[in-house]
């Protein structure tokens, strides 16, 4: 006497974010088309990142850097894969406290902390994404902040190695005995700034790939991609680790930059904020990440510099409106208002 | 002996909110094909709304208990009709997405209007107290919260298997298309469902009201357990839904008292297990993607 409840997603097409809408459907990266533009972009994506310092407090210039790419690697799965993860949290707070372990307890320039941190994120990614590969969807979502709260709940258990409700304090910044870095945010920005670029460069490298074409088949129809000899859950769970390791980067840069790292990083609130920074930038663009980073990081800090006090209330609207009316994200929508208006004067007639 | 009836009936308590609210959760994803991610935020809404009911127009326990889900019900019928319908006809990621920020707001409003530290509840005269039975001391609220619990489940199966409207429900659960075509409005119940599922969420706030801390972050955790329940016990199915959400209270109690290092984990384990062996869940169907 059970009561069989049919899965929406089995009405609604196989559950991929993009596909349900065409009219949504996420351009193919376009590999071959070298245009001028795109290294106009790229440039401008450089400058910007490399003068964000001079412009905005080097502290909150460094998070919007982690931020976006922490954004990114939640879009490689939602954008490119088509499954959001509701628990990046579990891979950015695992890896900020190890960094931070490790910078406190061995001393080692930061990078090497950060890359112990990264590989923890990358191995505990491992059992987390082969048993959520197992479901597919809304329930992948599901899955995956379930386990992610189950790391938070290890870390609080863990009080001995983690600080409990205290957190890590006093995570060094060691970078080879160069004072100017371990000491002004200014200068420590242009240490690390290297490493988000290159985790933001391996993202790219991993959508323009022949693996990344993978992904985008599973992406728009998982069912063809299995026909054509893919092994569909193999290819999820390697982008899922890459994902968490370019996710557990991203959390060491923010905790080193911090000097201090809590149980907010495992928090599921940080696993809400990223996947609302990449919806907002608009996913399956690679821009937009760092969009989303800067204008929620921006944000923020000047809500409450300002003493406001109700930021959720102000970043839970944005996203409500994002999602009712602008689906393609900030970035997604521009992009479509400049494919339009080149369109509309190649052929007039039109 | 005494001990593990107690930590039982502890455990059949905390499982009683579970089961209510996954209910909740399971008819509404049944019938519109939404995980309601605010599902934890209108718990905690039930639970304040009872203590503030109770503080500014001292409307008593024993009506808070039907008045609060009336305005849960109201409230959910709000949320599908101004917010949730305009993507119900898209991939349930947008809703599920829309439902996290509509979450963000509820719960940062409540943290603005009331702060952060636990309003207070007074358990209800009557159900103070302990319970002697079979010469074990048990507490009352405990006791009343188990079998209210397990009464209003009875009854929503009740009307989901004896009435005219409790069919068509489930009919539309089985297959939306095939009902329509037999002349079925199922648009119509829709919204009446959605504020049903709300007001079993916000229902089991109000029970949970003299129990917990009742604060703006309650139903933050709430709502992963919850939807650890419906992993468990298989998202499609009602019964499901109750049976683990009984089964994952006893589980953290039980861990609470013999490992209470592990007390939470437990929960995640057991669904891990569950993903392993049944990925459909103790109660569900196989998903055929």
Redesign the interface.
Known sequence: MTQHVKHSSSTLGTAELVTAEPDVAVRLPAGRRRSPARWIMLAVGLVAALALPWFVYPPVAMDIAAWALFAISVDLLLGYTGVLSFGHAAFWGSSSYVTGLIAIHWGVPFPLAILGGMLFAMVIAVPIGYLSVRRTGIYFAMVTLAFAQMVYFVANQLSALTGGENGLQAIPKSFFGIESVETDPFFFYYAAIGLILLGIWAAWRIIHSPFGRVLVAIRDNPARARALGYNVDRYKIIVFVLSAGLAGLAGGVFAISHGFTSLQELDWTTSGKVVLITVLGGIGTLWGGPLGAAIVVTLEDRLTSSGFEGTDIILGSVFVVIVLLFRHGIWGTLADLVRRAVKARQDPGD | MSAFVQYTVQGLAAGGFYALAALGL?VI??V??V?NFSHGACYMLGAVAAAVLLDVLHVHFWVALVVVPILLFLVGVLMERL?IR??L??????N???T??????L???V??RYGVSGLPYERPSGLQGQLQVGGIGLPTYSVFVCLLSLLVCGLVWLL??RTRMGMIV?AS?????RTRALGINVGRWVTPVFGFGIALAGLAGVMAAPFRAITADMG??FV?IL??V??IGG??????AVVAGFLVGLVEAYGQAYAP??A??AI??L??GV??FR?AGL???D???
Request: aromatic letters at 14%; charged letters at 15%.
């Open positions: 399971a994803f049944g519109l094909g995980v917010l305009w993507l006809r898209l991939d349930p990621l947008y599920f997405l829309l996290f920020g509509l979450s963000l707001i719960v940062d409003v943290k603005r989901l298997t489930r659960t089985e297959d939306a298309d933050g955790n992963i939807f650890a419906v992993v998202l499609g199915s009602i019964l499901g290092t592990f939470q984990v995640f384990v669904m891990a993903v392993l990925p109660f569900g169907r998903e055929t993607a």
